[in-house]
Structure formats: structure tokens, C-alpha cells
């Protein structure tokens, strides 16, 4: 007999023995069974995190979005990193954040609603919310903002209709040195404003005036960082329970309340003259929606008050100070690069003239529309997006990623990509224009995100700026005040949840 044949003989003749070695494959099993099972669920991996801290000290807090941009180039294009005790899963270039947002768009696209934002809208709304309710405000929200003309003539009158206002305030400084950030501000969140209430305020109308700077200040705490205000709001996101009492916190909830009390002033006055007939604007829409809703006994219904309310002041907060900015960068970009303000006034000029812009010349101002996409991709105003969370489990680049772990889609890695742009870093608007001097579109221009998550104000928001940036260079050269250099104009970003220019003044000196 064979050695193999004795030896199961061995094994049949022996139930002790045979039962043992059952027990042992069994346990084998088990234990390979777990290690391919740890293996498949592998989690992205990061920098070693210290207890409790996380990797709070490996990051630069007032600018995390440059230190998560260094982290990918070692730890790859999705990896880990602990904010105290909370996991977050950063997403880092232009191929990794589409197929993120974009291929797999239902897994990555719940939003994670920090403390700070649940305490401000509960959840209701558009920015800050998940689940069926979401997705009937932002369907809403979408459908009336296109009937309002979103990216239709009715939009082009409105803005050209401000544009004229605007262009009135930079005139009152008669090319003296000033701050382009309250006009500018109060043009954009105007264009809402038409949107939602149907009508628009006076520049120097004190409760708009004041709802403008509340929303402002809100971005800027926000953004603050826990190393410069030691009890930030950060801090109480991380630690809710512990620090509720923070002064960021306090300071925000406040403005919210005054805030909620001036709109649902607003909302009174619109209901009073309310014509079921007409929508005057968003705000109409909603409560013929809510009263035919009431009026058929519809049960678990989304047109109530506080979505009413929290999808206006989302919409105001978002459409004002994202648009607001990116117009402040263009200027100041002007006035720190003249011999491209040159050439866009040169084109403007030649296809133009003096007859008011119109959002068709775009087709025929290839540069001008280059200077103005070079503007939001260098300005990189949202750096770390709107933080997103994942909806249910997910393998995503051979990494397991569990449901309801926080994701920063990485956008100044996108709008950054070394493989994507030439010159990265630099102010260029050859990035969008071909060999013949025409506009091209780049596929890692992604400044309004992508997937379910995207702006949903794109549309509005490049015929904002293409109307407003225009008409501002046909009537103004803007140069840097006296005694300041175009060297010397500082292109360095302010802290806060979107990235502004830091203070500074221009001067709006007639072409005319």
C-alpha cells in the first residue's frame, strides 16, 4: 500500500484523529475565509492618525485643502484621514473625483450635514439635506429656477437690468480706489432675489443691505480655523457635545434667526398678494404648490414652511456669495495682469463696440470667455467642495468604503491636475483656447462639482458672469490704487468656507 493510502487508512480507522483534522481545515477555512475577507474590504490608506487629535496637527488648518492636495501625491487618489475622531475619505484628482461623482453617483451622493449646518436648517432645505425631501426641493428648486429663465433670455434682461445698477455704484467712486465686495455682492444676490421674491432691492435698502453682510459673515466663521480662534466652530463639529457653547456657534445661530425673521416678513407680504394665477417669482411657486397640496389632503407632504424657508435662504446664501466672489477675483486679476485685461478689451471692443453686451457674443469673444473660465478654475473658490457622504457600502478602486463615511471630493485637486493643465499654478487662459485661437472646453473644469451634487445654479451662474464681467470692461479699466504696483496686488485667499480675495481696493477708471 502507498504512503498516501496508509495514511488515509490511518485517518478512516481513527475517528479521534479524523475528527481533529476536520476541526483544523474548518479553522483554516475560517481564518483564510477572514483574511480575504479583510483583504476585500481593505480601507483607502493615510497617514497614521495620534489618538483623539486624528491628524489635526499634520494638517494646515486655515488651509486644509493644500495639505489633503500634498497627502494624495503620497497616500494616492483616495485615501484617509482622521479630523479628531471622525474618519474622512479624501478624493484627490480629476479622473478619481469624476468616477466618484459621476459613475458612481448614488453611492457618493448623501451630503454629510456637519453639527453646524443640521443646527441652521434641521435637515430641510437643498444644501444641507438627504432623502426624499432633498430630492423634491432640488427637483423644485431646478424646474422654477428654469421657468424664471435660468439660461434664458428672461435671466439675460434681469442681469443686464443690474448690470446697469452695478455699473452706477463703481461710477460713484469717479476712479478713486475702492472695495469692489459689497457692490458686487448686493448685484448677484439681487439676481436671487428677483429669482425667488420676484422684485429687487435698492443697494442701499438696510434689511437687505443686512441679510447680504449676515450671509457673508456666516461663510467667514465657517471657514475660520481652530488654530486662530482656539474654540472654533471646527472644534464643535468635532465635538458637539462638548462645545456648544463656542462663540462661532452662537454668532451664526444668531444671524440665522434674524435672518429666518426678516424672510418670513417677506413671505407674509407675498402671501398677502398672492395670485394663484401668477408666480411673481420662486417663492409664489411654492405656496400654489403648498395650497393645492393641502387643498387634496396630501399626507408626509415636502411643501411645508421650513423647506419654503430654508430652500430660499439656501438659494440667496449660495447664489450671492459664490458668484460675488468669482466676479471679484476676474477684477482683480484685470488689474494684476493689465496686458490680459488689454487683450480682452481689445476683442470686446472690435466684436462689441458700444451696444450692450449680450449672452450670444460669448460665441464670437473666445479670449474674453477663456479669462473668465481661467478665473474659476485658478480662483478654485470651493477647494474641498461641500463635504459629501457615502449612501451604502462601496468598493471604489479596489478599496472598501463603509455607508456614512464622510468624502471630500478634492476640487483644487481637479481644477489643479498636473496631468490635466500645463500650467497649473499659473494665470493662463491659453488653457482654454486651441492653436487657432478658439474656445475649447477642458473636461477637468469642474468648479460647480459634478454628479447629484452639482450646482445646481451652473447655468445661471456663467451667465452671471460672462454679463457682468463684460459689461464691467466695456465701461472700466481697473488698475491697482495709487502707489500700489500690479506686483504688489496680492492674489493670497481668504480663510472661510469659500475662497474670496483677501480685503483689498481697486480703482474703476472710465473708458469712456
Same mark, same amino acid.
Given at each position: 500500500m502507498s504512503v498516501l493510502g496508509d495514511f488515509i487508512f490511518f485517518l478512516f480507522s481513527n475517528p479521534t484523529t479524523w475528527l481533529g483534522v476536520v476541526v483544523l481545515l474548518l479553522v483554516l477555512y475560517l481564518v483564510s475565509s477572514s483574511v480575504t475577507s479583510q483583504e476585500m474590504r481593505k480601507g483607502p490608506p493615510g497617514p497614521r492618525p495620534l489618538p483623539l487629535l486624528g491628524n489635526l496637527l499634520q494638517l494646515d488648518l486655515s488651509r486644509p485643502y493644500k495639505t489633503l492636495f500634498q497627502l494624495s501625491k503620497k497616500h494616492g487618489s483616495v485615501f484617509t484621514v482622521y479630523l479628531g475622531p471622525k474618519k474622512v475619505v479624501v478624493l484627490a484628482g480629476y479622473k478619481t473625483v469624476k468616477e466618484a461623482l459621476v459613475s458612481y453617483a448614488e453611492e457618493f451622493g448623501d451630503r454629510e450635514i456637519p453639527p453646524i449646518f443640521y443646527d441652521t436648517s434641521f435637515g430641510h432645505g437643498i444644501l444641507f439635506a438627504n432623502g426624499e425631501s432633498w430630492k423634491e426641493m432640488r427637483r423644485f428648486a431646478l424646474t422654477t429656477l428654469r421657468d424664471f429663465g435660468m439660461g434664458k433670455r428672461m435671466a439675460e434682461h434681469k442681469i443686464l437690468e443690474e448690470c446697469h445698477h452695478l455699473i452706477q455704484m463703481f461710477e460713484k467712486h469717479k476712479g478713486k480706489p475702492f472695495n469692489t465686495a459689497c457692490?458686487?455682492?448686493?448685484?448677484?444676490?439681487?439676481?436671487?432675489?428677483?429669482?425667488?421674491?420676484? !422684485?429687487?432691492?435698492e443697494y442701499d435698502d438696510p434689511r437687505f443691505t443686512n441679510m447680504v453682510m449676515r450671509a457673508n459673515e456666516n461663510i467667514r466663521v465657517v471657514g475660520s480655523a481652530p488654530l486662530q480662534e482656539v474654540f472654533s466652530l471646527q472644534l464643535y463639529n468635532m465635538f458637539p457635545r462638548l462645545v456648544s457653547w463656542v462663540k462661532g456657534r452662537h454668532l451664526i445661530l444668531n444671524n440665522v434667526e434674524t435672518t429666518n425673521r426678516e424672510v418670513k416678513d417677506l413671505f407674509k407680504s407675498l402671501k398677502e398678494t398672492l395670485n394663484p394665477h401668477i408666480c411673481r417669482g420662486l417663492v409664489d411657486c411654492f405656496l400654489i404648490r403648498k395650497q393645492k397640496e393641502e387643498d387634496s389632503s396630501v399626507t408626509n407632504t415636502h411643501y411645508h414652511e421650513k423647506n419654503m424657508l430654508y430652500t430660499v435662504t439656501n438659494l440667496f446664501a449660495a447664489g450671492t456669495d459664490t458668484t460675488a466672489t468669482t466676479l471679484r477675483w476676474a477684477l482683480l486679476l484685470m488689474a494684476k495682469y493689465p496686458h490680459i485685461q488689454?487683450?480682452?478689451? #481689445?476683442?470686446?471692443?472690435?466684436?462689441?463696440?458700444?451696444?450692450?453686451?449680450?449672452?450670444?457674443?460669448?460665441?464670437?469673444?473666445?479670449?474674453?470667455?477663456?479669462?473668465?473660465?481661467?478665473?474659476?478654475?485658478?480662483?478654485?473658490?470651493?477647494?474641498?467642495?461641500?463635504?459629501?457622504?457615502?449612501?451604502?457600502?462601496?468598493?471604489?478602486?479596489?478599496?472598501?468604503?463603509?455607508?456614512?463615511?464622510?468624502?471630500?471630493?478634492?476640487?483644487?485637486?481637479?481644477?489643479?491636475?498636473? !496631468?490635466?493643465?500645463?500650467?497649473?499654478?499659473?494665470?493662463?487662459?491659453?488653457?482654454?483656447?486651441?492653436?487657432?485661437?478658439?474656445?475649447?472646453?477642458?473636461?477637468?473644469?469642474?468648479?460647480?462639482?459634478?454628479?447629484?451634487?452639482?450646482?445646481?445654479?451652473? !447655468?445661471?451662474?456663467?451667465?452671471?458672469?460672462?454679463?457682468?464681467?463684460?459689461?464691467?470692461?466695456?465701461?472700466?479699466?481697473?488698475?491697482?490704487?495709487?502707489?500700489?504696483? #500690479?506686483?504688489?496686488?496680492?492674489?493670497?485667499?481668504?480663510?472661510?468656507?469659500?475662497?474670496?480675495?483677501?480685503?483689498?481696493?481697486?480703482?474703476?477708471? !472710465?473708458?469712456?
Open positions: 457692490p458686487v455682492n448686493y448685484a448677484t444676490s439681487n439676481i436671487i432675489c428677483n429669482i425667488v421674491y420676484g !422684485s429687487r432691492f488689454d487683450q480682452v478689451q #481689445e476683442e470686446m471692443d472690435r466684436v462689441v463696440g458700444s451696444r450692450v453686451v449680450q449672452v450670444d457674443d460669448h460665441k464670437n469673444l473666445p479670449y474674453t470667455n477663456a479669462v473668465i473660465h481661467e478665473t474659476q478654475r485658478l480662483a478654485n473658490i470651493v477647494p474641498m467642495s461641500l463635504p459629501h457622504k457615502t449612501s451604502r457600502d462601496v468598493t471604489f478602486q479596489g478599496y472598501f468604503i463603509k455607508a456614512g463615511t464622510t468624502v471630500f471630493p478634492l476640487l483644487t485637486s481637479v481644477l489643479y491636475d498636473e !496631468s490635466e493643465w500645463e500650467a497649473p499654478h499659473t494665470f493662463n487662459p491659453s488653457h482654454f483656447l486651441d492653436e487657432e485661437g478658439k474656445f475649447t472646453r477642458r473636461d477637468a473644469f469642474m468648479p460647480f462639482s459634478a454628479g447629484r451634487r452639482a450646482c445646481l445654479g451652473e !447655468s445661471l451662474a456663467k451667465m452671471e458672469l460672462f454679463l457682468f464681467f463684460t459689461s464691467l470692461l466695456q465701461r472700466f479699466r481697473f488698475t491697482p490704487p495709487p502707489g500700489v504696483t #500690479e506686483d504688489e496686488l496680492d492674489l493670497t485667499p481668504a480663510v472661510g468656507l469659500t475662497l474670496g480675495p483677501s480685503p483689498h481696493e481697486l480703482c474703476a477708471v !472710465s473708458r469712456q
